[in-house]
């Protein structure tokens, strides 16, 4: 089974990172959306600590062998997520077995910059 993961952090009332993870396949033909994770609190905010999550979030879920089939990650465009050498997208780059993994950045996230700029 090939999917795509979406990755986002949050900050809470108490000042906590958080992350939540969603996966994206094809069932019949048809995009199908659901949570990997729950809301996790993140032990630490750096690549290292959000790779930790998205692991524990696809073994939770059954998808021991998720290396094998992810194909697309999509962040919003912190260093800590798109960073060339030590992002999440590279970090996984690094260990998936073929150079196509694609990262993106969300466009919901693009346009809250953009807005932001604008005012």
């Not at 995009?31 to 999550?53: F, K, P």
């Not at 194909?71 to 780059?93: E, I, Y």
């Not at 690094?94 to 993106?104: A, H, K, Q, S, T």
């Amino acid at each position: 089974m090939f999917f795509s993961i979406i990755d986002d952090q949050a900050v809470d009332c108490g000042v906590i990172e958080e992350e939540i993870i969603f996966l994206r396949n094809l069932e019949s033909g048809l995009a199908v959306n659901r949570y990997a994770t729950t809301v996790q609190w993140v032990m630490s905010s750096d690549a290292a600590g959000v790779l930790a999550i998205i692991e524990r979030g696809l073994v939770d879920i059954g998808l021991d062998n998720w290396k094998d089939g992810l194909v697309a990650c999509g962040t919003d465009g912190a260093s800590v997520m798109t960073g060339v050498r030590n992002g999440v997208v590279a970090k996984l780059r690094e260990d998936i077995p073929w150079p196509w993994l694609l990262g993106v950045h969300c466009v919901a996230h693009k346009l809250e910059l953009a807005i932001l700029d604008g005012i």
